[in-house]
Nanobody, 124 residues
Framework: QVQLVESGGGLVQAGGSLRLSCTAS????????MGWFRQAPGKEREFVAAISISGNITYYADSVKGRFTISRDNAKNAAYLQMNSLKPEDTAKYYC?????????????????WGQGTQVTVSS
């Protein structure tokens, strides 16, 4: 049970970049797999990326593979999502998530904790 807070969202032109941050409270951050999800108005929440406890295993949705990079810094209790080559289709509210499960399971949408979300808007 960790508290997650996202930041870094904003308005960006197509082709631009943003870096989202997710800061977690608690001393046991390093025991959680972390993930990023997004939801656009009128659409279901969708998986974006997930990372293992150590950071050595990552998963990405096909729609963002090669453009987005998930990472973590356990010493800072933080996870990140570097988003490059942004497209209008990436416009959504982005949420970070955490759970004591393998990253492949987190990618399915189950999570113990969710952040409040941060809006990303990509214009053309």
């Amino acid at each position: 049970q960790v508290q997650l807070v996202e930041s870094g969202g904003g308005l960006v032109q197509a082709g631009g970049s943003l870096r989202l941050s997710c800061t977690a409270s608690g001393r046991t951050f390093s025991t959680y797999a972390m993930g990023w999800f997004r939801q656009a108005p009128g659409k279901e929440r969708e998986f974006v990326a997930a990372i293992s406890i150590s950071g050595n295993i990552t998963y990405y949705a096909d729609s963002v593979k090669g453009r987005f990079t998930i990472s973590r810094d356990n010493a800072k209790n933080a996870a990140y999502l570097q988003m490059n080559s942004l497209k209008p289709e990436d416009t959504a509210k982005y949420y970070c998530a955490a759970d004591r499960v393998p990253p492949w399971k987190l990618a399915l949408g189950r999570a113990l904790s969710w952040g409040q979300g941060t809006q990303v808007t990509v214009s053309s």
